[in-house]
């Protein structure tokens, strides 16, 4: 069960992208990298925490399959 509080231990990075793609729905990884200006490693690591908390959905490009698509599935706030 997912806790407010676990939401409120993320990173301020996480946060950042949790609230794009509560705005956007779905974006690429590159496609966070460049709205954020945030590190390659640093939106690596805040998708995997919002991943961890079963936040986001991670999918194939539908036409790049290299690329992943990170999509909202459950908003906490």
């Not at 946060?15 to 990298?33: A, G, H």
């Given at each position: 069960?997912?806790?407010?509080?676990?939401?409120?231990?993320?990173?301020?990075?996480?946060?950042?992208?949790?609230?794009?793609?509560?705005?956007?729905?779905?974006?690429?990884?590159?496609?966070?990298?460049?709205?954020?200006?945030?590190?390659?490693?640093?939106?690596?690591?805040?998708?995997?925490?919002?991943?961890?908390?079963?936040?986001?959905?991670e999918?194939?490009?539908?036409?790049?399959?290299r690329?992943?698509?990170?999509?909202?599935?459950?908003?906490?706030?």
């Amino acid at each position: 069960m997912f806790a407010k509080r676990s939401f409120l231990a993320l990173p301020p990075s996480a946060k950042f992208l949790y609230v794009l793609l509560k705005e956007r729905r779905r974006m690429t990884r590159q496609d966070l990298i460049n709205k954020t200006f945030l590190p390659p490693r640093t939106v690596n690591y805040g998708l995997s925490r919002l991943r961890e908390l079963g936040l986001i959905r991670e999918e194939e490009h539908h036409n790049d399959k290299r690329e992943r698509v990170y999509e909202l599935v459950w908003t906490p706030m």
